[in-house]
C-alpha cells in the first residue's frame, strides 16, 4: 500500500492457524519488485502518485479460501475496472 492506504497489489492464502506467515509476505514483495523490474507494474501509486510502499499482512472475514473466493473475484473485477478509469489515455 502507499501512504494514503491506497492499495497497490493483494494476495490472499490460507493459515494453518490464522497467524501471519512471513513467507508470504517476503513472496509478495519479491513478486512486486520482479514486477516493477519487468515494467509490468509502475512504481507509484496510480492515485496519489506516492513512490513509497508498504506492506501488511492481517486477517480477513473469512475463513477459508473457498469462502473468500466469491467475494474477491468480485472485489478484483472492481479494481480492474477502477484501474482502466485511472489509466492515463494515450489520445
Not at 472475514?61 to 466469491?70: D, L, M, P, R, Y
Request: with cysteine; hydrophobic share 40%.
Amino acid at each position: 500500500m502507499c501512504p494514503m492506504r491506497h492499495c497497490i497489489v493483494g494476495i490472499y492464502y490460507e493459515s494453518q492457524n490464522g497467524k501471519a506467515v512471513a513467507m508470504y509476505l517476503n513472496d509478495l514483495k519479491t513478486m512486486v519488485a520482479w514486477a516493477i523490474a519487468k515494467k509490468a507494474l509502475d512504481p507509484w501509486c496510480g492515485i496519489c502518485h506516492s513512490q513509497t510502499w508498504t506492506y501488511e499482512d492481517e486477517p480477513t472475514i473469512f475463513k477459508t479460501i473457498a469462502e473468500a473466493q466469491g467475494p474477491m473475484a468480485m472485489l478484483e473485477l472492481e479494481q480492474q475496472q477502477a484501474a482502466k478509469l485511472l489509466k492515463p489515455s494515450h489520445n
